[in-house]
């Protein structure tokens, strides 16, 4: 079937234009264009595709003028063909302007008019997607989605506006037509509530939000959570500490398992005794927390210890074995680090709560889970709260336990109880090492010490045989841990090439039977650039598939060392990613649009501003810059004359103040103690390093 607008015999010609540029032979879609042209020189469709061609073939000025000429039609071949030329060329002004004019010759056209306002979209024109939206919803009003893209668009312009203008003007605007919507029972998905939640939280109108969620329109939500989230997340901007204490104490007793109801519980019930100890004393609560009648409070911390323990208790009499149950047992530790000595809700305890150490606490909780993968970072955040003598202890506590599991198994046993023992063993060292255990060691004790890492890697293989390639294996820890000591042994002998060697052939012995191990990957990446090869380092960044926002966090890994070891087509195409990325974040506005995920559109737009702002963009685009000199120029001369003809990118002082670190310096797992780790100090003055060499290669 032929496109609106073009017979079938023209729509066989647009299409040969098509293949040969989707084939990238963009000189044979203009030789293509230019002969149908001659034949019919107002085929609109073959000019605007001549112009794309064009445009590819970098012939940019002559495709400007070939599309300058294209007149406004309604067909759907000329309609794309020159959206991809506005898109590629980046003029999204332009394609707003050609959708103007092309929606005078047929206004009310549902489609054109989706494509406008995301042609708005692409330039945050909010006022004018607004004015789009409105007229979608008049031309189509049983369509709700289209309000809600007006709402949305009038909330953008109260949020990136004047706050006087907003909360005066577009605020209140967006409240009305969504409460429109909602009164005509035209509400139907959480997205839709979510924009309405928005819009009251941003006004300051906690009630009236408090009783969206309470309401029937809270059960849109599609799960009570999410419902919850919000209600918390009300009651904590409005202070009121007592009802929100009481809602985590009802959901905690049916979702004893959820980890942030616990920690909510703590912090309310701490923010609380900050603010009304005054007040607890006058209304008949006692230090021992009571009231004057003896009944328990829950607004002590005794209440919070005596809660922790009837849940424990519950659960008993459910037979759900409390022992198991981690969430509860983590509940404990955090307890006992919120009442020592410099946590504030030591104040408010006394001795006689009968709550017991940290350490102690954190010893009960290994024997528990010391055997799942993830237990050393669940006590990650308590160690640093214990002494150097307890830290000290609780390695060697660790240690014993490791031990025991490991005794315990037998060679009948099934696969469960040996797993568990490899993760005891992985944690044992862990906590040695966060202890200081390894600091104080000789280099040759260090390579003992591998020795005995790989050994466990060796015989804990066989308990991975039956694992996919996408996982990762049980002992993946060992090898890690053996690459840190023999760092550390390179840094204490001021440069130790054995060591750095038997580290990459260690992770990359590890490799071969964990080829998804992404931390494996990570530490090999920052050897291999130790020797400036970085070959390796391109294989593994293909293999992560680093993209969208781990580009932006962990890119530099990668993007820092390419230029300065001369890989310059590599740090080309890495530059390319990095700047495509802004482009790529609008694409993801335009589809939480499309969906409805409105909550989404906020995210990704902060994501965008602080994308825009960041170093790695700004030395993306230096680098880029200096990458195309040197591998598109043929000689001195054209060096200059490139130079001289392209635009300098220059950051200004002001603009480069406002340059923010989007890197993620702890991406890669360290288990050395707090003093050994890159501290603030530290990455504060490599960001003020990285920052002042894209000024000096931009100035």
Request: glycine share 4%.
């Amino acid at each position: 079937m032929a496109s609106k607008g073009m017979t079938e015999a023209q729509e066989r010609k647009v299409r040969t234009i098509y293949e040969a540029l989707d084939n990238a032979n963009n000189k044979k879609g203009v030789q293509l264009a230019d002969k149908m042209l001659k034949k019919q020189k107002d085929f609109a469709a073959a000019r605007a595709l001549k112009g794309l061609a064009l445009y590819r073939l970098g012939r940019r000025t002559e495709a400007a003028a070939v599309v300058k000429e294209v007149p406004i039609v309604c067909e759907e071949a000329t309609i794309q063909a020159l959206s991809l030329y506005y898109r590629e060329s980046n003029r999204y002004a332009d394609l707003c302007d050609y959708y103007e004019a092309l929606l005078k010759t047929i206004p009310g056209n549902e489609e054109l008019l989706a494509q406008q306002f995301m042609a708005y979209v692409r330039i945050g024109n909010f006022k004018k997607q607004q004015q789009t939206a409105m007229t979608l919803h008049k031309h189509f009003p049983s369509k709700n989605p289209y309000c809600f893209w007006g709402a949305m668009s009038v909330f953008l312009q109260g949020h990136t506006g004047e706050e006087r203008m907003a909360q005066a003007v577009f605020l209140p605007l967006a409240e009305r037509m969504v409460e429109k919507l909602v009164n005509e029972k035209k509400v139907e998905s959480e997205a839709e509530i979510r924009l309405y939640l928005m819009i009251l939280l941003k006004q300051k109108k906690f009630a009236k939000a408090l009783e969206v969620v309470r309401s029937s329109l809270g059960n849109l939500f599609h799960s009570r959570d999410e419902q919850l989230s919000y209600e918390v997340q009300i009651l904590t901007e409005t202070s009121e500490w007592t009802t929100l204490i009481a809602l985590y104490r009802t959901e905690l007793q049916t979702c004893a398992e959820n980890w942030s109801f616990w920690l909510g519980y703590m912090e309310s019930l701490t923010a609380y005794l900050q603010s009304n100890t005054a007040e607890s004393s006058s209304n008949g609560t006692d230090s021992n927390g009571t009231d004057s009648n003896g009944v328990e409070s829950t607004l002590t911390v005794r209440g919070l210890h005596q809660f922790i323990a009837h849940i424990e208790e519950s659960l008993t009499a459910d037979g759900k074995h409390p022992e198991k149950s981690r969430n509860i047992q983590l509940a404990k530790v955090e307890l006992s680090k919120r009442v020592t000595a410099s946590e504030p809700l030591a104040a408010h305890s006394s001795a006689d709560l009968g709550i017991a150490s940290l350490l102690s606490q954190l010893t009960e909780y290994v024997r528990g889970f010391g055997g799942k993968p993830s237990c050393f970072n669940d006590i990650r955040p308590y160690l640093e709260h214990l002494c150097a003598e307890d830290q000290l202890k609780f390695a060697s506590d660790v240690s014993e336990i490791a031990a025991e599991a490991t005794k315990a198994c037998k060679d009948g046993d099934s696969l469960k109880p040996k797993i568990s023992a490899i993760a005891c063993e992985t944690l044992a060292f862990q906590v040695s090492r966060f202890a200081s255990g390894h600091a104080a060691l000789a280099p040759e004790e260090r390579r003992q010490l591998v020795d005995t890492l790989m050994t466990f890697h060796g015989d804990g293989l066989p308990l991975g045989k039956d694992l996919l390639s996408t996982d990762i294996q049980y002992v993946d820890g060992f090898p890690l841990l053996s690459a840190h000591l023999l760092m550390d042994n390179d840094q204490q002998l001021g440069g130790s090439e054995v060591d750095l060697f038997r580290a990459v052939v260690t992770l990359e012995h590890a490799l071969i039977t964990s080829p998804s191990a992404s931390q494996i990957k990570l530490c090999l990446v920052k050897l291999y650039c130790r020797y400036g090869a970085f070959d390796p380092c391109a294989i593994i960044f293909n293999q992560l598939q680093i993209k969208h926002i781990l580009l932006e966090s962990i890119g530099y890994l990668w993007s820092t060392p390419v230029f300065g070891l001369g890989y310059f087509q590599t740090a080309s195409v890495m530059a390319k990613m990095l700047l495509s990325l802004n482009n790529d974040t609008t694409e993801f506005v335009i589809s939480a649009y499309r969906s409805g995920t409105f909550h989404k559109i906020l995210e990704m737009m902060e994501f965008r501003e602080s994308l825009q702002k960041s170093l790695q963009l700004a030395a993306a685009s230096a680098l880029y810059q200096g990458v195309e000199l040197l591998t598109k120029s043929c000689s001195i001369e054209d060096v200059i004359h490139r130079y001289q003809t392209t635009s300098p990118i220059v950051f200004p002082r002001e603009v480069a103040a406002q340059w923010r670190d989007l890197r993620d310096v702890h991406a890669m797992h360290d288990w050395s103690p707090p003093d050994s780790q890159l501290s603030a100090e530290q990455h504060k003055a490599s960001f003020q390093l990285e920052s002042l060499w894209v000024e000096l290669r931009t100035s």
